[in-house]
RNA sequence: GGGCCCGUAGUCGAGUGGUUAAGACGCCACCCUUACAAGGUGGAGAUCCCAGGUUCAAUUCCUGGCGGGCCCACCA
């Protein structure tokens, strides 16, 4: 067997099945070896990955690969996170309502669908989970160990359920998240309407300003500020005749509008903050579907229908003074991207705003890398003034396990009971006598995502695995979701075992489209992996993903650096087709070529082999750091630039003259071990290839495990060779120039060369000679290099 | 308004308190060399954003601008 002329897609896939087969990448339970364990991020079941998965799940998969070559027993499963939103609506569209249950199920169809291609896709990249691991949010066995960790948090008085004013999405029917909000900026009109206020006996008018007049049913106050000072605590009448008092308030900015607002429950967060500062009453202007309610006419219009209705019945009252366009930000769900609304609702919190300093100070206890990123959940957590809302009103979850009664009481669900569906749950009687009904919402989906480093270890499932395994080693994540998936991860698994989820968290950023911009589908630069995987290989994909590693950076995607990529594993091929035929008959028994010592090596041997101990030790560091860049720039720089420029050329003669021919083949033999073992977690089916066929092994390089270098040499000698050979490569590059000067052939002989050195350089004289292609070589000893023709 | 990141050839980007500031893409010229034309060799191309400061010495450290990006807050 050997190479073939060219590197393909076919030798992807040999690989890919051999491992499968061979169990390479299983975790061992049983074990000695110490572990490594991965808190490898859940997807979303969309179908698809984008180019984000497929440069962060490279960024772990190099580390899995490395850590087991290291000796490490690797956990490193993957999970799917299904439940959501967008699946309900995409089931929705294809098969209409249906009962809850049923609705259900389809979805768990229709994400399984989904998971399918995303594994596909996966496998072709070489991803190496351990798919004995995989778990899925959507399992009866993931919603028991959901239900139990939120039960357990009940238990420590970390939840409640309480009517407050939440973040809703009408569209979607559903409190949200502040984490789940985007702004989107829109210009709207800034209406000045005319209400009154008594000023004694008689009244006058008092111009207010909103955006929103739609609300004027479920206005409850008019706050003023300086300028309209006086009227404190005096009285104000709306349009529609309803009185409500005046405050004067230093929060009124003077500038925008009158210096007069309406306050409404609720137009926006700062109504809130009036309405508590009065202790104003709370008017329901809007119900859950965006429809108005609790208003003297028009009851049931939408948002916007309403709006149109009051302008105009303000207008034939002429209670419009003026109209004025302006440019706001609203606030949006990031999913449906609908405008979101503040609405007062029973809702299940978790409590995060006392606990802040407590989360930043298990935060501080992981390992950021980069370190700059844990300012982000800094600068997030000392934002947060809510707790966090945890129920939604959606099909597609995990159902909350407690029982409410009309009279406010709540009961949880018994653990042994669990998992909890509400729809064949038995019936149970409340203190006050009636019935209590299962709770109809389902989690946050965050609730699923945020303890994933609990499920893969085993929390409550297996004690002796969870001993071994939490906390996890590495969260690898992207930096956009250190709000959501970071903070709520670290505050879970705190209060739920008292330790941090895991030691270190890896940050890594977006990729963009070529133009530099967020990808999107109406600027036509989606990078579709698929058609990645089409033209290239799986390793020079990856590879594109470890030179574009600058952590927790957004990167532009780049043809270039997947196109150099694949040229060098293009010249790694060839060169290693070139050694293959250098080693012919050379490794029937491994053993003849060790035998070789360094001592008998020829200077250029001992040169390349000093190189390679450097770089070897390197790169273990650069993997340590996660600094994927550096690792395979220079792995790049030493195959390419040392190894197949200089040293190749070198022993070309030897190998086909017979000459030392043995101490080329046996340092032709190490240096490509070595860089096939170390290029093997960024590129490894390419590595397994040669390294099978070229370097004869059975095992794979998982089993062969990390290569290390020593030359045994001192350091002098080290030096010493090191600078001779230097020379010589100046000296060779010298008369390439030369040729290159002259436009003649490399090919081209030369007669007579003189070459002036500070250094003794007749041990490399057959190189000169060889590889010049000179035919006889003068040497003086001078201060600086020259080189005569 | 606040925070964070960034500014280095046409483009992308390493890197450094001290000789001549990597490398890649692109460009130009030459070479079909027995591993490789999906290649090789050579070359042109940089006010290291601007202004101050610290220093014997700043592209690097500090301050302030200017420009870009991300996150957050506010906007009745």
């Given amino acids: 067997m050997a190479l073939p002329k060219r590197y393909s897609k076919e030798i992807e896939e040999k690989w890919q099945r051999v491992w499968e087969e061979r169990g390479i990448h299983g975790f061992n339970k049983d074990s000695e070896k110490p572990t490594f364990v991965i808190d490898s991020p859940p997807p979303f079941t969309s179908g698809k990955l984008h180019m984000g998965h497929v440069l962060s799940y490279s960024y772990f998969d190099f580390v899995a690969r490395f850590k087991r070559m290291k000796g490490f027993n690797v956990l490193y499963p993957q999970g799917w996170d299904a439940q959501g939103f967008p699946t309900e609506v995409k089931v929705e569209k294809k098969y209409g309502r249906l009962p809850k249950e049923e609705f259900r199920k389809k979805c768990i169809e229709f994400s399984n669908e989904m998971i399918k291609n995303m594994k596909k896709q996966m496998k072709a990249m070489g991803f190496s989970p351990d798919w004995r691991f995989e778990y899925v949010t959507t399992s009866p066995s993931y919603h028991k160990i959901i239900q139990l960790s939120v039960l357990e948090m009940y238990e420590k008085g970390l939840i409640y359920r309480e009517k407050h004013p939440v973040l809703f999405c009408p569209y979607c029917s559903s409190a949200i998240a502040k984490a789940e909000t985007e702004e989107k900026e829109e210009e709207t009109t800034l209406y000045y309407i005319e209400f009154e206020y008594e000023d004694g006996q008689k009244k006058k008018p008092l111009i207010i300003a909103t955006t929103r007049p739609e609300l004027l049913h479920a206005c409850v106050a008019v706050v003023v500020g300086k300028k309209y000072e006086k009227l404190d605590g005096k009285t104000a009448i709306t349009p529609f005749g309803k009185r409500v008092k005046i405050f004067h308030d230093k929060d009124v900015k003077e500038e925008f509008g009158t210096g007069a607002v309406m306050v409404c429950t609720y137009g926006d967060k700062q109504d809130l903050v009036w309405q508590k500062r009065y202790k104003l009453d709370v008017v329901e202007g809007i119900d859950k579907r965006g429809k108005i309610k609790n208003s003297p006419f028009y009851d049931g219009f939408s948002i916007k229908e309403a709006r149109k209705k009051v302008i105009k019945a303000l207008e034939e009252k002429s209670k419009i003074i003026k109209k004025e366009k302006i440019k706001h930000t609203v606030k949006i769900h990031d999913r449906c991207k609908k405008e979101v609304e503040l609405l007062p609702s029973m809702e299940w919190f978790a409590k995060v705003r006392e606990h802040k300093e407590k989360i930043k100070e298990i935060a501080k206890?992981?390992?950021?890398?980069?370190?700059?990123?844990?300012?982000?959940?800094?600068?997030?957590?000392?934002?947060?003034?809510?707790?966090?809302?945890?129920?939604?009103?959606?099909?597609?979850?995990?159902?909350?396990?407690?029982?409410?009664?009309?009279?406010?009481?709540?009961?949880?669900?018994?653990?042994?009971?669990?998992?909890?569906?509400?729809?064949?749950?038995?019936?149970?009687?409340?203190?006050?006598?009636?019935?209590?009904?299962?709770?109809?919402?389902?989690?946050?989906?965050?609730?699923?995502?945020?303890?994933?480093?609990?499920?893969?270890?085993?929390?409550?499932?297996?004690?002796?695995?969870?001993?071994?395994?939490?906390?996890?080693?590495?969260?690898?994540?992207?930096?956009?979701?250190?709000?959501?998936?970071?903070?709520?991860?670290?505050?879970?698994?705190?209060?739920?075992?008292?330790?941090?989820?895991?030691?270190?968290?890896?940050?890594?950023?977006?990729?963009?489209?070529?133009?530099?911009?967020?990808?999107?589908?109406?600027?036509?630069?989606?990078?579709?992996?698929?058609?990645?995987?089409?033209?290239?290989?799986?390793?020079?994909?990856?590879?594109?993903?470890?030179?574009?590693?600058?952590?927790?950076?957004?990167?532009?995607?780049?043809?270039?650096?997947?196109?150099?990529?694949?040229?060098?594993?293009?010249?790694?091929?060839?060169?290693?087709?070139?050694?293959?035929?250098?080693?012919?008959?050379?490794?029937?028994?491994?053993?003849?070529?060790?035998?070789?010592?360094?001592?008998?090596?020829?200077?250029?041997?001992?040169?390349?082999?000093?190189?390679?101990?450097?770089?070897?030790?390197?790169?273990?560091?650069?993997?340590?750091?996660?600094?994927?860049?550096?690792?395979?720039?220079?792995?790049?720089?030493?195959?390419?630039?040392?190894?197949?420029?200089?040293?190749?050329?070198?022993?070309?003669?030897?190998?086909?003259?017979?000459?030392?021919?043995?101490?080329?083949?046996?340092?032709?033999?190490?240096?490509?071990?070595?860089?096939?073992?170390?290029?093997?977690?960024?590129?490894?089916?390419?590595?397994?290839?040669?390294?099978?066929?070229?370097?004869?092994?059975?095992?794979?390089?998982?089993?062969?495990?990390?290569?290390?270098?020593?030359?045994?040499?001192?350091?002098?000698?080290?030096?010493?060779?090191?600078?001779?050979?230097?020379?010589?490569?100046?000296?060779?590059?010298?008369?390439?120039?030369?040729?290159?000067?002259?436009?003649?052939?490399?090919?081209?002989?030369?007669?007579?060369?003189?070459?002036?050195?500070?250094?003794?350089?007749?041990?490399?004289?057959?190189?000169?000679?060889?590889?010049?292609?000179?035919?006889?070589?003068?040497?003086?000893?001078?201060?600086?290099?020259?080189?005569?023709?």
């Avoid at 909350?400 to 729809?423: H, N, S």
């Fill in 365 to 789: 206890k992981v390992k950021w890398v980069p370190s700059f990123t844990i300012s982000h959940l800094f600068h997030w957590i000392d934002s947060l003034d809510w707790d966090w809302v945890i129920s939604r009103d959606r099909v597609f979850g995990t159902p909350i396990p407690f029982y409410v009664c009309e009279c406010g009481e709540v009961r949880a669900v018994e653990k042994e009971k669990l998992p909890f569906y509400p729809e064949n749950a038995e019936k149970i009687v409340c203190k006050c006598g009636k019935e209590m009904k299962p709770e109809e919402k389902v989690f946050d989906v965050w609730i699923d995502s945020s303890v994933t480093p609990l499920i893969i270890s085993g929390w409550k499932v297996d004690e002796e695995l969870f001993s071994k395994t939490y906390p996890n080693s590495l969260r690898p994540q992207g930096v956009e979701i250190i709000r959501t998936w970071a903070f709520y991860t670290l505050y879970r698994c705190f209060f739920l075992t008292g330790e941090i989820p895991w030691k270190e968290i890896l940050l890594n950023g977006n990729v963009l489209g070529v133009d530099g911009k967020k990808m999107s589908k109406s600027l036509g630069n989606v990078i579709d992996p698929d058609e990645l995987l089409n033209n290239y290989s799986a390793d020079a994909i990856r590879q594109w993903a470890a030179m574009s590693g600058v952590l927790a950076k957004d990167r532009p995607f780049s043809y270039e650096d997947i196109n150099f990529a694949k040229q060098f594993l293009n010249k790694l091929w060839n060169a290693s087709r070139f050694i293959e035929i250098a080693l012919e008959g050379a490794l029937e028994g491994e053993e003849r070529i060790s035998e070789v010592d360094v001592k008998e090596l020829e200077e250029v041997d001992k040169w390349i082999l000093i190189e390679l101990e450097e770089l070897i030790k390197d790169l273990e560091k650069r993997m340590e750091s996660y600094d994927f860049r550096n690792y395979i720039v220079e792995l790049q720089n030493f195959v390419w630039k040392k190894f197949c420029d200089f040293y190749i050329e070198y022993v070309k003669w030897r190998v086909y003259s017979g000459k030392k021919k043995r101490e080329a083949q046996y340092t032709l033999y190490i240096v490509l071990s070595a860089i096939t073992r170390a290029l093997f977690p960024i590129s490894p089916h390419i590595s397994e290839e040669i390294s099978s066929v070229v370097l004869k092994n059975q095992k794979t390089i998982t089993e062969l495990g990390w290569m290390s270098i020593e030359v045994g040499l001192t350091k002098e000698e080290k030096e010493k060779i090191k600078e001779r050979v230097e020379m010589l490569n100046k000296i060779i590059s010298e008369i390439r120039n030369y040729k290159a000067r002259n436009q003649l052939s490399l090919k081209e002989e030369l007669e007579r060369v003189t070459i002036h050195s500070p250094i003794e350089i007749s041990s490399v004289i057959e190189e000169i000679k060889n590889v010049g292609r000179v035919k006889e070589i003068e040497l003086k000893s001078s201060n600086e290099l020259r080189v005569e023709f």
